[in-house]
């Protein structure tokens, strides 16, 4: 097994633990050159992950490459064997990042049945009142 492709094993095996969707893009042939090597979702979360080996370094492409997925609000890692653990740290990021989507989705509910509330209460009293 090469060297690249032991660091890719260790992201998989962090994605799988995590339960993330990912896939290995097709760069040959209608695929786009230059894309990173694992490409997944998780927690509605899109992030990319580019492995090296060593002190492998990313192309010129790869670099424009990861520059658009920011661009385009998504997450891109460049990973060896050093910094593997930035795929777990980023996971659970995204996973304190769902936690507060979902607590403000849940107050939001919350402050906007409380205005609906008042407001029904707040028409009651002037119908009351115009009698």
Same mark, same amino acid.
């Given at each position: 097994?090469?060297?690249?492709?032991?660091?890719?094993?260790?992201?998989?095996?962090?994605? !799988?633990?995590?339960?993330?969707? =990912?896939?290995?893009?097709? &760069?040959?042939?209608?695929?786009?050159?230059?894309?990173? +090597?694992? #490409?997944?979702?998780?927690?509605?979360?899109?992030?990319?992950?580019?492995?090296?080996?060593?002190?492998?370094?990313?192309?010129?492409?790869?670099? !424009?490459?990861?520059?658009?997925? =920011?661009?385009?609000?998504? &997450?891109?890692?460049?990973?060896?064997?050093?910094?593997? +653990?930035? #795929?777990?740290?980023?996971?659970?990021?995204?996973?304190s990042v769902e936690f507060e989507r979902?607590?403000?989705?849940?107050?939001?509910?919350?402050?906007?049945?409380?205005?609906?509330?008042?407001?029904?209460?707040?028409?009651?009293?002037?119908?009351?009142?115009?009698?």
């Amino acid at each position: 097994m090469t060297p690249e492709k032991k660091v890719k094993t260790k992201v998989v095996a962090i994605l !799988k633990e995590f339960g993330a969707y =990912y896939f290995y893009p097709v &760069t040959g042939g209608y695929g786009a050159s230059g894309v990173p +090597d694992i #490409v997944g979702c998780y927690k509605g979360n899109f992030f990319a992950v580019e492995c090296k080996a060593g002190k492998g370094k990313t192309t010129a492409l790869q670099e !424009k490459n990861i520059a658009n997925i =920011y661009a385009a609000g998504g &997450t891109a890692l460049v990973v060896n064997e050093d910094n593997i +653990d930035d #795929v777990r740290n980023l996971l659970v990021c995204m996973n304190s990042v769902e936690f507060e989507r979902a607590w403000l989705e849940t107050t939001v509910q919350d402050t906007t049945k409380e205005l609906i509330e008042a407001r029904r209460l707040t028409n009651e009293v002037i119908a009351r009142s115009s009698k």
